[in-house]
C-alpha cells in the first residue's frame, strides 16, 4: 500500500506515534511518504520504502497569517498524485483531517479513490477541537474521513460526546512501543549525571502545556524529598516550565530539580528513572507512560481518562484524582521505599506494556483497517 502520513513533526506523542508507525509500516513492506513542514522528530535515520516531502509555505506580505493549511493541501495533493497514494492517513484532526479532505476532493475531481484515515489524539478533541473557533470544521472533517481511529475509548467516547459524531464510527487503535527500544538493560545509564549516590530519580517528560499540571508535579516530588533521598529530573520545555521553575525556588528545591529541556531519545533518560509521574488534567492515552512501563519504570499519575486504559492502577502503577497530590505522593514514597514492590510492579509494567501494547501487535490491527476502509465502496 502507498500511505501518506501527515503528522505535527514537532515533540509531542501523536508526531511520536504517526513516525514510528510510518517505520514500522515501511518495514512491512509499504510505500510511505510523509507530507509535513519539517521532518519528523524522531524520523532520524534513512529509512528504505519512506519519504519525506516538506510543505514550502510562502510567507507573502499580505499574509498575517501564512495559510499553511493551503499550503499543506497542495503537497497532500501533489505527493498523492505523483505517488499514486492509495491512502492518507493523517494524525490529529486540526487541521490535518481538513487538509486532507481538500486534497481528496481535488484528487477526486481528477478520477482519483484515495481514501482518508483520521487518527484522532486528544487535545485535537478534548481541548482546542472544542474551542468554537475550531467546533464546526473538526466536525465537518472527521465526519467526511473514510476512516477514523481514537487512541482510547475514553477518547471515543468524548468524540461520539463532544461532536454528536452522527455519521462516526470510531475504531479504537491503541498506541504502541518498540519493545525493543524501550528496555532498560540495553542503556549504560549515567544515573551520577543526574543524581548524586543513593538518590532515587523521579522523571517528568512532557511538552509543559497546562494540561500537563507540571506544578503538580513540583508539588509532589517536594513531598516525595521530605521522606526519600530523590531528584526530580524534568525532561521537555513548554509555556509552564517558568512556573515550575519558580515553584521548585519558592519551595526550596532548585538544587533537587533539574530542568534538561528537550531530549530527542527519551528511551535512555528513562531507562535511569526509578518513577514516572503524569498528574494530567486529561491525557486520552498517555503515550509517555507507556514508554516509562515498558521501560520498567513504576508511573504514578492521574485517574478519571485514557490513562487508566494504559496505567493498571495497583500493578504497573497507581493512579489517583487529578490534584490530589497527597496521594499520589504517598504512592510515590511507598514505591520508592519498598524495593521488593518496586520490583514487583516494575517487571509488571515491562510485561504489561509488551503483552498489551507492542508495535507487532498493533501495526496490524492499522493494516487491516486500511484494508476494511479501503475494501469498502468498491
Ligand atoms: O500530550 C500532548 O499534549 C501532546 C498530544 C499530541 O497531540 O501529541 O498528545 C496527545 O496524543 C498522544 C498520542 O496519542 C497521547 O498519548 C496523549 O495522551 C495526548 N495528550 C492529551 O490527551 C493531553
Same mark, same amino acid.
Request: one cysteine or more; aromatic letters at 8%; glycine letters at 6%.
Given at each position: 500500500?502507498?500511505?501518506?502520513?501527515?503528522?505535527?513533526?514537532?515533540?509531542?506523542?501523536?508526531?511520536?506515534?504517526?513516525?514510528?508507525? $510510518? %517505520?514500522?509500516?515501511?518495514?512491512?513492506?509499504?510505500?510511505?511518504? @510523509?507530507?509535513?513542514?519539517?521532518?519528523?522528530?524522531?524520523?532520524?535515520?534513512?529509512?528504505?520504502?519512506?519519504? @519525506?516531502?516538506?510543505?514550502?509555505?510562502?510567507?507573502?506580505?499580505?499574509?498575517?497569517?501564512?495559510?499553511?493549511?493551503?499550503?499543506?493541501?497542495?503537497?497532500?495533493?501533489?505527493?498523492?498524485?505523483?505517488?499514486?497514494?492509495?491512502?492518507?492517513?493523517?494524525?490529529?484532526?486540526?487541521?490535518?483531517?481538513?487538509?486532507?479532505?481538500?486534497?481528496?476532493?481535488?484528487?477526486?475531481?481528477? $478520477?482519483?479513490?484515495?481514501?482518508?484515515?483520521?487518527? %484522532?489524539?486528544?487535545?485535537?478533541?478534548?481541548?482546542? $477541537?472544542?474551542?468554537?473557533?475550531?467546533?464546526?470544521?473538526?466536525?465537518?472533517?472527521?465526519?467526511? #474521513?473514510?476512516?477514523?481511529?481514537?487512541?482510547?475509548?475514553? %477518547?471515543?467516547?468524548?468524540?461520539?460526546?463532544?461532536?454528536?459524531?452522527?455519521?462516526?464510527?470510531?475504531?479504537?487503535?491503541?498506541?504502541?512501543?518498540?519493545?525493543?527500544?524501550?528496555?532498560?538493560?540495553?542503556?549504560?545509564?549515567?544515573?551520577?549525571?543526574?543524581?548524586?549516590?543513593?538518590?532515587?530519580?523521579?522523571?517528568?517528560?512532557?511538552?509543559?502545556?497546562?494540561?500537563?499540571?507540571?506544578?503538580?508535579? +513540583?508539588?509532589? @516530588?517536594?513531598?516525595?524529598?521530605?521522606?526519600?533521598?530523590?531528584?526530580?529530573?524534568?525532561? $521537555?520545555?513548554?509555556?509552564?516550565?517558568?512556573?515550575?521553575?519558580?515553584?521548585?525556588?519558592?519551595?526550596?528545591?532548585?538544587?533537587?530539580?533539574?530542568? =534538561?529541556?528537550?531530549? *530527542?531519545?527519551?528511551?535512555? %533518560?528513562?531507562?535511569?528513572?526509578?518513577?514516572?509521574?503524569?498528574?494530567?488534567?486529561?491525557? #486520552?492515552?498517555?503515550?509517555?507512560?507507556? *514508554?516509562?512501563?515498558?521501560?520498567?519504570?513504576?508511573?504514578?499519575?492521574?485517574?478519571?481518562?485514557?490513562?487508566?486504559? +494504559?496505567?493498571?492502577?495497583?500493578?504497573?502503577?497507581?493512579?489517583?484524582?487529578?490534584?490530589?497530590?497527597?496521594?499520589?505522593?504517598? #504512592?510515590?514514597?511507598? =514505591?520508592?521505599?519498598?524495593?521488593?514492590?518496586?520490583?514487583? +510492579?516494575?517487571?509488571?509494567?515491562?510485561?504489561?506494556?509488551?503483552?498489551?501494547?507492542?508495535?507487532?501487535?498493533? +501495526?496490524?490491527?492499522?493494516?487491516? @483497517?486500511?484494508?476494511?476502509?479501503?475494501?469498502?465502496?468498491?
Amino acid at each position: 500500500m502507498k500511505i501518506g502520513i501527515t503528522c505535527y513533526p514537532t515533540f509531542g506523542g501523536s508526531g511520536a506515534v504517526a513516525t514510528e508507525l $510510518g %517505520l514500522q509500516l515501511a518495514d512491512r513492506g509499504h510505500e510511505i511518504h @510523509f507530507i509535513s513542514y519539517a521532518q519528523p522528530f524522531r524520523l532520524v535515520h534513512f529509512h528504505e520504502g519512506l519519504f @519525506f516531502h516538506e510543505v514550502e509555505v510562502n510567507r507573502y506580505p499580505l499574509f498575517e497569517y501564512p495559510p499553511y493549511s493551503l499550503a499543506l493541501a497542495v503537497s497532500m495533493h501533489e505527493v498523492a498524485r505523483r505517488h499514486e497514494l492509495d491512502l492518507f492517513h493523517v494524525h490529529y484532526a486540526i487541521p490535518h483531517a481538513t487538509t486532507a479532505w481538500i486534497a481528496r476532493e481535488m484528487l477526486r475531481d481528477e $478520477g482519483s479513490d484515495i481514501k482518508l484515515v483520521t487518527t %484522532l489524539h486528544g487535545t485535537d478533541i478534548t481541548l482546542i $477541537g472544542q474551542d468554537p473557533s475550531y467546533w464546526s470544521i473538526t466536525k465537518f472533517s472527521i465526519e467526511r #474521513s473514510d476512516g477514523l481511529t481514537a487512541v482510547s475509548e475514553y %477518547l471515543q467516547k468524548v468524540t461520539y460526546e463532544a461532536f454528536e459524531c452522527a455519521k462516526c464510527a470510531i475504531r479504537v487503535i491503541p498506541n504502541f512501543i518498540d519493545p525493543a527500544v524501550y528496555q532498560r538493560a540495553i542503556y549504560d545509564c549515567q544515573r551520577d549525571a543526574l543524581a548524586a549516590q543513593g538518590e532515587k530519580i523521579v522523571m517528568h517528560i512532557s511538552n509543559f502545556r497546562k494540561v500537563k499540571r507540571v506544578e503538580d508535579v +513540583v508539588r509532589i @516530588f517536594d513531598r516525595i524529598a521530605r521522606k526519600v533521598p530523590a531528584r526530580l529530573v524534568l525532561v $521537555g520545555d513548554g509555556p509552564e516550565r517558568p512556573l515550575a521553575v519558580d515553584l521548585a525556588q519558592e519551595l526550596g528545591r532548585e538544587e533537587q530539580v533539574l530542568f =534538561l529541556g528537550k531530549i *530527542e531519545s527519551v528511551a535512555e %533518560l528513562l531507562a535511569c528513572a526509578d518513577l514516572f509521574l503524569l498528574p494530567s488534567e486529561e491525557e #486520552s492515552f498517555g503515550l509517555v507512560a507507556l *514508554e516509562a512501563m515498558a521501560t520498567g519504570v513504576p508511573v504514578v499519575g492521574s485517574s478519571g481518562s485514557g490513562l487508566r486504559e +494504559v496505567v493498571i492502577d495497583g500493578l504497573t502503577g497507581r493512579l489517583h484524582p487529578v490534584g490530589d497530590v497527597e496521594s499520589m505522593a504517598e #504512592s510515590s514514597v511507598e =514505591l520508592l521505599t519498598d524495593s521488593d514492590l518496586w520490583k514487583r +510492579v516494575s517487571e509488571a509494567a515491562r510485561t504489561s506494556a509488551v503483552e498489551r501494547f507492542s508495535a507487532e501487535r498493533i +501495526v496490524p490491527i492499522y493494516e487491516s @483497517f486500511y484494508d476494511e476502509v479501503l475494501g469498502e465502496g468498491t
